[in-house]
């Protein structure tokens, strides 16, 4: 009796499974399901372009019409990966116009784009609607325009964070006349002025165009032209706030603001003047969102604005904002679902000491639905850890910077173990942490045991001993990414959980005390996982004993990279000269 | 990623089991005392021993420094057990003996690093070499109540003894981990708007630099450069590795024979040109004109193979025309 499903009725089942999560475990059911889930995936996520080939996706998915990459690790946005290590977009838009060119919406996050990749994207996918890039790098304004010339349904374009020559701001005069289907515009990351009036005919016949974020080129002045002609705007990013307005300039601007009734979303505010926040107090209650992280006002004024968002789900500040603030946001924004503080000195001796952990303790108090956070902070107490996490056991990221190194409790002068032992046993369903302070193994024994639902873990300067990597690779069961920095650990923890490096996306390890006859080892032993060892400063020979200074582990369908620059030594590489006979032809 | 290649099936088999970790049980390093700990008996006090820790101040405990190297060559002491169960037996005198040169090794690489120290950068190392010592060791008792404690600001702890200024503290790499993008925004603090467009000759002139074959651009200034020598040699630096291996590579011409020139050899050595996009979209031969007019002109460049670049448009008798042009 032949039990199968016809294809077309797993079809019209499988069109409401919309999670990839879901759609992989349904792919492994059997052959015939895994072949109608094939055909029917629109959206792949491919969150290691190394991991798998280009080819390989193409072949798999071939009714594929959007594709998400990421590229470099994590640390990448620290300045830990060396320039030139990889995660090129070529070859996957390369891949993509042969065999994929109905492709519709790309979305990179750390990777090399270049305008040759941006050229081809336009050249290649007809009906291109979606390019977001972000924190990617290696292209020009000239491959913007080539993107916008060519694009005709483009719908969205966002660059966040990106390091983009600017040649000029003539891009933006590439869009035709004929675009009209913009909905989401992003260009903040850019320096150069584009022309206003070619902006304002874009915006004006862009009846769709909900989020538009402005780059700090674009004036106050501006910005209320802009928003004459976008009132249904749901995201907004200003530019820079700071022009010098007169009187009506500023009452016209104010009655702008009023008129944004839909507007959910709000950025940008570079160098916000003081006297201008209260324009702004006509759109409070209605925002989800609000980003202040490059608004350098002060409390008091951040606490004016504050105390009107009602609805606030998402709000990222500076420390500028101190204890007093945040416990002004406390009261105020209940809906609070993430924070971020950011610390607004740039280096590490100039932390604002009028934010402490107290500041947290008054929203994880307050804020029922608050599950993110990233907290920049000079000093931390294990009290303060613990109450946290009796206050919100519901928290899904948890992110503390303790910007000193190997700060202690700085009333009791212990070890964080316990204040993080708090969060990881109340926090069930913590899904990312990032731990700093002065932290012995036991705080990591604690993570092993109780973290059974981390998935990232993000560690620097922490632990005594190979015991704290032990605990972490036996212990937490949902672990896929890894990285560390400055522990003091070495081969022995790496070596015994070799295994559980494939079960993981990677693992990133720096300036730790791994041995490169430990990578040689773990290259040797483990074929379905890269072990890269990056090391800008080799010897001309490389002792087994040796310590190396970054090793990027991370599993791969796709063999070794064909990429590799010189300083990323993999055992396909001679140990001793680095050079690989996998050249670049 | 495919679930398919997150089966384990012939994974589970790599003897990850605990109690091999644990039978390591007499070693006296630090790694393996609190290995030990894992076992019952041992478990009081070796977990009291892992409690303790010590804070580390620069020069404020010297002889605990002594006594953490000499644990850092622990594990070199010990009796030869199997520290990487997924080798077979026969590969545990050669483990062990690499333990002990691990060890040692580990020494040399933190104490090589402190050597180099005087650059920001390795600070980090240095001062790990000096404090990891410190924290590495349990056996140590507590010392956090005698010694003055992290001030937030953190005037203390974090330099190197033998080097100076608290500034190094703050040039840790990627430390705070704040995305560069972010520190750069911050560091403008008012945007001053002298963006060069190319024209007036003040700002650097980039142009992108491709090359056939290769997976990447570069791009060049090519105001930081006086004449096509400067430019071919930077080419050459930059390009070079894409060449690596190939026959008549660039070596060998020597620099007796003017750079003028050496850019032409090398490229004719390997069938490759140089060649430009100019003003109107034409790709042309480099050399041909003056430097200086050559940079008004020159859009992007591109390092093609020779077979490709007949019939690109260049001034007559280019070659004879490039020497006497870029005598200039």
Partial sequence: ??????????????????????????????????????LTRKRVFVRNCYAVTPAAVARRFPGM????????????????????????????????????????????????VTDECLEKIAASFKDFKVLVLTSCEGFSTDGLAAIAVAC??????????????????????????????LVSLDFSCLDSEVKLSDLERLVSRSPNLKSLKLNRAVSLHALGSLLCLAPQLVELGTGSFSDKLDQEAVSKLAQVFTELKELKSLSGLWDVLPEYIPLLYSVCPGLTSLNLSYATVQMPDLVELLSRCSNLQKLWVMDLIEDKGLEVVASSCKELRELRVFPSGADVDETNVALTEQGLVYVSEACPNLESVLYFCAQFTNAALVTIAKNRPNLKCFRLCVIEPFASDHETHQPLDEGFKAIVESCKDLQRLSVSGLLTDKAFEHIGRHGKKLKMLSIAFAGDSDLMLHHLLSGCESLNKLEIRDCPFGDTALLENAAKLETMRSLW??????????????????????????????????????????????????GPRMDMPEFVWTKHKNPEIGVSHLAIE | MSPEEKLQSNVSDGGLKEHNYLGLSDCSSVGSSNLSGLADDDKATISLKATELT?????????????????LLGPAKLDEKPFFPLLPSKDEISCSSSQKNLASGNKRGFSDTM??????????????????????????????????????KGKQSTTNNSSSPPAAKAQIVGWPPVRSYRKNTLATTCKNSDEVDGKPGSGPLFVKVSMDGAPYLRKVDLRSYNNYGELSSALEKMFSTFTLGQPGSSGATGKDVRNETRLKDLLNGKDYVLTYEDKDGDWMLVGDFSWEIFIGVCKKLKIMKGSDAIGLAAAPAPRTMEKSKMRA
């Fill in chain 1, 152 to 181: 005709r349904n483009l719908t969205e374009l966002e660059l966040r964070e990106c390091i983009v020559e600017d040649l000029g701001g003539d891009w933006l005069s590439y869009f035709p006349e004929t675009l009209t289907s």
């Fill in chain 1, 1 to 38: 009796m032949d039990l199968r499903l016809p294809s077309k009725v797993l079809e019209h089942i499988f069109s409401f499974v919309d999670s990839n999560e879901d759609r992989n475990s349904v792919s492994l059911v059997c052959k015939s399901w895994f072949e109608t889930e094939r």
């Fill in chain 2, 115 to 152: 050597d180099k120290f005087s650059e920001a950068k390795v600070s980090v190392y240095a001062e790990k070499n000096w404090m990891f010592p410190e924290a590495v060791v349990a056996n140590q008792s507590v010392v956090k109540k005698e010694v003055p404690q992290n001030i937030p």
């Fill in chain 2, 55 to 71: 804070l580390g101040l620069p020069g404020s405990q010297s002889p605990a420094r002594d006594n953490t190297e000499l644990n």
């Fill in chain 1, 65 to 112: 019409r959007s594709l998400t990459l990421k590229g470099k690790p994590h640390f990448a946005d620290y300045n830990l990966v060396p320039d030139g290590w990889g995660g090129y977009a070529w070859p996957w838009i390369e891949a993509m116009a042969e065999k994929s060119p109905s492709l519709e919406e790309l979305r990179l996050k750390r990777m090399v």
């Fill in chain 1, 509 to 558: 390890m720096s300036s730790c005390g791994v041995s490169f006859g430990a990578c040689k080892l773990l290259s040797e032993k483990m074929p379905k996982l890269n072990v890269e060892v990056i090391d800008e400063h080799s010897p001309e020979t490389r002792p087994d004993s040796s310590p190396v200074e970054k090793i990027y582990i991370y599993r791969t369908v796709a």
